[in-house]
């Protein structure tokens, strides 16, 4: 009895340990997996988005030498500033550590033009050369505007954030000061009160009783007369 008692604990016990136990079959698939992905995302940027963004670029400027000033300028300072932006806000601490992973996961994909801009002249491959021919010819003066666009926005978001930083320290001074003058007037007012309230309590104090005049005495009044 004792046995077939303690039977199904014991199998119980022996199942959650072969649960416990890693699967090395399936991190082993899965690390594949990854890999393999990994492998065709940079296939693809480095072979396909190289010439694609140079395409995409050409047919916007229509090798106007101003359209391509003014689109390097414009790409090159909104897909700075914003990025930039977006990743500022995982500086609160309230934001936990995976929602501070997706702020810079959307910041990265809001920079993706500036990033494409990047890897033609940043890569080496046939692909790059190829891309870097097409915007020289089609948009000569985009990608010296776009740094100029990104150099501009760097600028002013770093001006940004020193002035926000100035203001709020400014602002925890003056909330700080003046959480002092009012704990120095509640005390100046407590000790005024104590003031008041003093004549009141020595008003409330029982009068001493007055001295009674004793009858002189016929000598007394003899030698006063």
């Known amino acids: 009895m004792d046995d077939s008692k303690n039977h199904v604990p014991r199998a119980a016990a022996d199942s959650q340990k072969a649960d416990t136990k890693p699967r090395w079959g399936r991190r082993i698939g899965l690390g594949v997996a990854a890999l393999a992905l990994l492998a065709i995302v940079y296939l693809v940027v480095r072979l396909f988005l190289p010439v694609w963004w140079a ?31 977006i990743a500022w806000q995982a500086r609160y601490k309230r934001v936990s550590w995976p929602w501070k992973a997706v702020i810079i996961g959307v910041a990265v994909l809001a920079a993706t033009p500036n ?53 709020r320290s400014r602002g925890k001074k ?25 004549p009141d309590a020595v008003a409330d104090r029982p009068e001493a009783p007055a001295e009674t005049t004793r009858p002189r005495s016929p000598e007394q009044s003899t030698a006063t007369d």
Do not use: C
């Not at 916007?60 to 909104?78: A, E, K, M, N």
């Not at 120095?184 to 104590?194: G, L, N, P, V």
């Open 55 to 85: 395409t995409r670029i050409g047919n916007q400027t229509q090798g106007s030498i101003t359209s391509g000033i003014i689109l390097g300028l414009v790409y090159g300072f909104i897909f700075t500033f914003i990025p930039l932006f």
């Open 115 to 167: 990033l494409l801009t990047l890897s033609i002249y940043a890569n080496s491959s046939g692909a790059a050369a190829k891309a870097r021919s097409m915007i020289d010819i089609s948009a000569t003066w985009f990608p010296s505007w776009s740094i100029g666009g990104a150099a501009a926005a760097l600028i002013l978001f770093v001006g940004i954030a020193a002035f926000w930083h100035l203001w």
């Open 174 to 198: 003056m909330k700080a000061l003046k959480s002092e003058i009012k704990t120095q007037d509640d005390a100046r007012d407590a000790s005024a009160e104590t003031r008041r309230q003093s």
